[in-house]
């Protein structure tokens, strides 16, 4: 059996409509890439958009942070330079009081020695001007001691003179180891006074250098 095909090679192709339906085609395929392609960017675009709000928004609030910072950091800056100021005049006030009183406690030494030795000095004074004090008074108890012997004398010798009492004198002279200076008693026989021990010595009523012989001193 046998086939036979036969083929018309005159038959004109008509590419037209095909190519017709190929541009259809992509341009649907164009036509919805382009609105997916729209949606996705403004979808994006409002994603970008509130994005772009909020770090906005924060930046904002990040740059009033940043102020309200700066100003504290001014504030603080400034507080600091007064406490430094503070600082320095409190260093120079205690210096100057370190100093003063350095000064004041060499003052006060100064002075006390001076008065110490201004006490000494008057101690030392005092001391002397006792011993002036008593050296005057044995100079007076003993001046005492020879007025009065010289006035018992004139008494006897005015009594021997007259008659009325003999014209012999005693004289008793005591020393007293207690005190630096003389004591004495006299005993005119005309008066009979109680006699005296001790050193004793008897002269005339007329003989009055005996009697500055034998004075104490």
Known sequence: MSVVLSMDNNRCLDFRDL????????EEITRTSKAEAELLYQTKYRELQACAQLHGNSMK??????????????KLQSQIETVKNQNASLQVAIADAEQR???????????????EAALRTAKQDIARLLH?????????????VEI????????GEECRMSGECASQVTICL????????LRCQ???HCRQ????????AEVSGSCLLAVLNARPV
């Open 19 to 26: 190519i017709a339906e190929v541009r259809a085609r992509y």
């Open 61 to 74: 609030e990040t740059k009033v942070q940043i102020t309200q910072l700066q100003q504290t950091i001014k």
């Open 101 to 115: 009183g350095e000064l004041t406690l060499k003052d006060a030494q100064t002075k006390l020695a001076e008065l």
């Open 132 to 144: 002036d004090y008593q050296e005057l008074m044995s100079v007076k108890l003993s001046l005492d």
């Open 148 to 155: 009065a012997t010289y006035r018992r004398l004139l008494e």
């Open 174 to 181: 005591l020393s007293s180891s207690s005190f630096p200076s």
């Open 186 to 188: 006299l005993c005119i």
């Open 193 to 200: 006074p109680e006699p005296a021990t001790g050193n004793s």
